[in-house]
């Protein structure tokens, strides 16, 4: 079965630490691509200043565009309302046909993702890749009735 990643964020901005992660789970997970989609308008950023989503997308597209296995997607952008990471996994399992997915994110993203909408039913649908950093354990976030962890090592 193929295996997509799915590589979500605010990326305001866009940095290094993305991209490696990014080709990281590719390799480690055997992904055969990686979607990078911006937040069009994230939920659990409301009241805090984000920049404008067309010019993350932007920036993200110039950071991703020497990868051939980075994909980008306006999937959150172009939908309007808020960003559920749930309706875009939704959207990519009917839009890629059987494949296996794995949604990437950082670990700080990880220890409140019980907030999610329908955080369980995304749980059902994706795999969970979290990269932690340096000084920044899982291990203290993470319910094991919620989540099995696997590191990646970057």
Not at 46 to 69: D, F, I, K
Not at 96 to 114: K, L, Q, S, W
Not at 125 to 139: D, Y
């Amino acid at each position: 079965m193929r295996r997509l990643g799915i590589m979500g964020g605010t990326f305001d901005p866009v940095h290094i630490g993305h991209l490696v992660t990014a080709e990281v789970a590719r390799h480690e997970f055997n992904l055969e691509k990686v979607y990078f989609i911006p937040a069009g308008q994230p939920p659990h950023k409301q009241g805090r200043s984000v920049t404008a989503a067309e010019h993350r997308y932007l920036m993200t597209l110039l950071a991703t565009a020497a990868n051939s296995r980075f994909y980008m997607s306006r999937e959150e952008i172009d939908r309007p309302g808020y960003s559920y990471t749930v309706d875009t996994v939704d959207h990519f399992l009917r839009a890629e046909g059987p494949c296996e997915v794995f949604f990437i994110t950082g670990a700080d993203a990880i220890r409140d993702m019980h907030t999610w909408h329908r955080y369980r039913d995304l749980l059902s649908m994706a795999r969970i890749v979290a990269a932690t950093r340096p000084g920044f354990s899982l291990e203290s976030y993470i319910n094991s009735d919620h989540f099995s962890t696997q590191e990646l090592s970057l």
